[in-house]
């Protein structure tokens, strides 16, 4: 393992939209085996962090640094990250209507082993078993790729494209939103069971609902583009009877 390797790792990182700084010193860490929850309020970068990491063209890193499993994350192209074990789970899953699913999952899986002979047999056994885990029925395979799914079955389906891929490192970008609570219970056990010790998650979430499933190491708080405050799970849940005013104030 290369020095500092291991991890994907964030130091004073800096990103601007359209001119605009919206990261503006951001430092954190997720190891192998870690899952990582990141909070805060609307506005606060959340989602500016998660397109940065994954080389979202219209997010431009203006300082600091990036790297997963020590090496520079910031020199490689959006495909390159994907293939060195990056996956980004989208907040809203983009419909493609007549590719289906099984499809896709195909492409994304060759695409990213392109320099190996695939084993089509244990694809197969490995898709259908993770469908099984995640109560993914058989019929979605056929179905173009999020085309009439409802809001928890698209993020199932995001969950199941990070099993399939077998990512180092997994940015979910709020696995929770728009979900009603059975689908957010759903969603957050499928998370739960992706922990396995060669996979760092990061979960983004505005609520601590989701945490109750999926049980964070450490919880990080974004507040006006930089961490305000670090913690555990207590830290979350003091969020959730005080709101994130009490942090702005502190930070003031």
Do not use: C
Request: net charge negative; glycine share 12%.
């Amino acid at each position: 393992m290369t020095e500092g390797g291991g991890k994907l790792s964030v130091s004073n990182l800096h990103v601007t939209v359209a001119g605009k700084e919206i990261l503006k010193g951001v430092t954190l860490d997720v190891k192998k085996g870690e899952l990582i929850a990141i909070m805060g309020p609307n506005g606060s970068g959340k989602s500016t962090l998660a397109y940065a990491l994954a080389g979202h063209p219209r997010y431009t890193v203006t300082a600091g640094t990036a790297s997963m499993d020590g090496k520079d994350l910031l020199s490689l192209t959006p495909d390159a990250r994907a293939r060195a074990g990056l996956f980004l789970g989208f907040q809203y899953p983009v419909e493609v209507s007549g590719v289906s699913l099984s499809k896709f999952l195909w492409t994304a899986y060759t695409q990213k082993h392109v320099a190996e002979e695939i084993d089509i047999d244990a694809y197969q056994s490995r898709l259908d078993g993770n469908m099984s885990q995640l109560g993914v029925d058989n019929g979605f395979l056929k179905r173009s790729l999020n085309e009439g799914f409802s809001g928890g079955e698209k993020k199932r389906i995001e969950v199941l494209q990070m099993a399939t891929l077998e990512p180092h490192f997994s940015i979910l970008d709020e696995p929770d939103s728009g979900l009603d609570i059975d689908a957010v219970k759903v969603v957050g056990e499928s998370i739960a069971k992706q922990r396995r010790p060669d996979l760092g998650i990061i979960v983004i979430t505005h609520y601590q609902r989701i945490l109750k499933y999926i049980n964070p190491d450490r919880v990080y708080v974004l507040v006006d583009g930089v961490v305000a405050k670090e913690g555990g799970r207590s830290l979350a849940e003091e969020l959730e009877s005080k709101g994130y005013d009490w942090i702005k104030a502190a930070g003031a």
